[in-house]
């Protein structure tokens, strides 16, 4: 029996949730594996009624699940970054969800904006480092307002964190087996400090993955080449700010936001919170038209976490066949509502 916390949040994240939640229960009674369901209302609305972002009680209660399912932070009304860091970021922080994965893979039949690619030639998965970097808000404001202003922002980079994290990445291209090539994304010309400290963590460890090919590019050539020759990549392991960055660019190069999903692992504490990383899209939100199918890959990635192997195969099959049907991916152009895809899911889960 699996305990899973679900936050719908904002936007679209309840419209996406739910029929996240739908393909769950078509997985479960396919498979047969059962689970229980806690639902919490954290997120702007809740925000602007109390003045909390996220209790510190809850986060306690949080703790002890097995999952969280998260839909989307971010309310127009409220002030940029106070929801994120509030909810998004602290889950993050205090949970130790160390590891964001983010699979970037192209499904057959789905568009992407690279000619000439298709899905044998995208088919990679980033691993971003979750808990540090620039991300810590670490820094402050020197005379503020004035002319003689100093804003800093430090990128915190502990050896601790950054070797649980290659660690994790050698695993993974390990078990992954595809090409089984693990390449850093880094900055060593210039952020000498950092990525000096990453490239010696990523060498050392890596003389215990003598099977894993180890590979190095500059983030800026990482760009490029995601775009030029994606079937370069296996597995790329980068620090929080450069993997946010180019994750996104990963979700544009699999199809868009509406297929684009995301885990934020501790895989000792075996937590997990699993999120479509599309973001809270407002000018959608209740009208039926955001694809739900990133919201249930990260069901299927929840699967994958939580060992329901079977499962989460099962779904991964049938969002594949699901994204090969629908006219777009993008909101308002799928050919289909929210709901409607979801039932498609559904649908190939049982025949499938
Ligand atoms: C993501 C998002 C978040 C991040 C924001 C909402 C704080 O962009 O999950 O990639 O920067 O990590
Ligand atoms: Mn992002």
Redesign the pocket.
Known sequence: MYRIAVIPGDGTGPEVVREGLKALEAVAQKVGFSYEIAEYDFGGERYLRTGEALPDSALEELRGFDAIFLGA??HPEVKPGIL?KGI??RLRFELDLYINLRPVKLYPGVYTPIRDKGPEDIDFVVVRENTEGLYTGTGGFLRKGTSDEVAIQTSVNTRKGVERCVRFAYEFTRRRGKRKKLTLCGKTNVLTYAFDLWERVFQEVGREYPDVGQDYAHVDAITMWMVKNPEYFDVIVTDNMFG?II?DLGAMIQGGMGIAA?GNLNPQKYIGMFEP?G?SAPKYAGKGMINPLAAISAVQMMLDFLGEEEGARVLEDAVARTAGKLESLAAGRMGYTTSEVGDLVVQAVEGG
């Open positions: 932070i971010g994120e998004l970021l946010d994750t995301g990383i973001g």
